[in-house]
């Protein structure tokens, strides 16, 4: 067993989230090396984990999360690696080893492959039947996703124009061109607390964060359609949602309601892909209800 969590690295890319990282690799084996990316700077991180050995930390500028596990991909040694959020809870050494030797059941022949998520919703999130140890999707989540680094880096990894959100759909797309497919594992089990990872308790920091995912899902959705189907396919698939977003608004604005500013992130994220301008809001740019 310690062959196999020796072939297997875990890459974490993190925002503020020290005190999610702490709990989270306390779990892991020191036999398995673990990359933190962290996006914020957060420098006491080198104290923290200072004396595990198997840990390294690199410090980068935040310019989204595909683009850090592109740049851990290049880091690691090992012929796997496992990409998870600090906010995802029930990865142990058995998970590490399940997807090992999955991976080898299927010849090594994937894109990646995910973990069945418990507190997933339906409506939101698909997952194949739990009556299948492992089973062919579209994608997986991309809070946990397992690859073959060799694989990882034929298909060329993530898109650097998507800062978050439809990168890993992009990926698998690109995948299944190239004759590689998206499995998910439910054998393996996680629950994944969404924006958990940043540490905050400021009602209005986390209104911040709900605003700035809401700019950049829509952005990154249109962003996706327009590569993979183009601008004049978008564009009809999107003119329903655009104007029902200015509708609401309109309605918002007149009664002032705080739902004005979430609709207005929607707004002003479609019209930047739309005009093919980048995927740049930030979190100290992004509007905020009083």
């Known amino acids: 067993m310690r062959k196999i969590l020796k072939k297997i690295s875990i ?5 503020n989230s020290s005190f999610k990282l702490k709990k989270f690799v306390q779990k892991i084996p020191k036999e398995t090396k673990i990359y933190i990316i962290d ?13 595990k050995k198997n840990v390294k930390i690199y410090f980068k500028k935040n310019d989204g999360y595909g683009s850090s596990i592109n740049f851990a991909s290049k880091k690691i040694k090992t012929p796997y690696f496992l990409v998870v959020q600090p906010d995802v809870s029930g990865i142990r050494k058995s998970s590490l080893i399940k997807f090992y030797k999955y991976a ?7 894109s990646v492959i995910g973990p069945h998520f418990l507190n997933a919703s339906k409506r939101g999130h698909y997952q194949t039947s739990l009556r299948y140890k492992i089973k062919e999707i579209h994608n997986v989540h991309g809070s946990t996703m397992f690859f073959n680094k060799k694989i990882f880096n034929k298909n060329k990894g ?11 759909t992009d990926y698998s797309k690109r995948a299944r061109r190239n004759g590689y497919k998206a499995y998910q594992l ?15 308790s400021n009602l209005k920091d986390l209104r911040k964060l709900e605003n700035l995912y809401t700019w950049h899902f829509i952005w990154s959705k249109f962003y996706y359609f327009n ?39 929607r707004w002003d994220a479609l019209i930047s892909s739309i005009l093919n301008k980048k ?9 905020v209800n009083s």
């Open 227 to 265: 590569k993979h189907y183009g601008k004049t396919l978008s564009l009809v698939y999107f003119s329903p949602i655009l104007i029902r977003i200015i509708f609401r608004m309109f309605i918002y604005k007149l009664i002032k309601s705080n739902k004005f500013i979430k609709y207005y992130c």
């Open 11 to 15: 890459v974490l890319v993190c925002y």
């Open 158 to 168: 993530f898109d650097k124009n998507i800062f978050l959100y439809w990168e890993e």
């Open 186 to 200: 439910n054998i393996v089990k996680v629950k994944h607390e969404k924006g958990k990872a940043v540490k905050t």
């Open 279 to 287: 995927s740049s809001m930030r979190l100290e740019k992004i509007p």
């Open 104 to 110: 080898k059941k299927i010849k090594d022949k994937f």
């Open 39 to 51: 996006n914020s700077k957060d420098f006491s991180l080198k104290k923290i984990f200072r004396n």
